[in-house]
């Protein structure tokens, strides 16, 4: 399974980005799908989750509001629509595929399948 990240960008506060992850290469042994970011000098965090079966997003308190994931099932792509951009919102965004022992959405190390990252950069 083969992921590819797009979208990222530079943008000023209180813009909007989407962000598409590009799903390709065989069937995903899971429903759970999420994107992460990583800040400079920062672990990777969880900031949105979808399940891709019946499409219940869930996200992190930071993002709840602003940002939205959805997912296309004919296109093989998930999506992260980012509005009112901060720039602590600055970081490189990576989606993810679970697989057999991936449960908890938020939990990056239980994510077998992984994109490139793409950046985003939010200027103040």
């Known amino acids: 399974v083969q992921l590819q990240a797009s979208g990222g960008g530079l943008v000023q506060a209180w813009g909007s980005l989407r962000l598409a992850c590009a799903v390709s290469g065989g069937t995903l042994s899971s429903d759970i799908m999420g994107w992460f970011r990583q800040a400079p000098g920062k672990e990777r965090k969880f900031v949105a989750g979808i399940n891709w079966r019946n499409g219940i997003p869930n996200y992190a308190d930071s993002v709840k509001g602003r940002f939205t994931t959805s997912r296309d099932g004919f296109k093989n792509t998930m999506y992260l629509q980012m509005n009112s951009l901060k720039p602590e919102d600055t970081a490189v965004y990576s989606c993810?595929?679970?697989?057999?022992?991936?449960?908890?959405?938020?939990?990056?190390?239980?994510?077998?399948?992984w994109g490139q990252g793409t950046l985003v950069t939010v200027s103040s």
């Open positions: 993810a595929a679970g697989g057999v022992y991936t449960h908890n959405y938020d939990m990056d190390n239980e994510y077998p399948y």
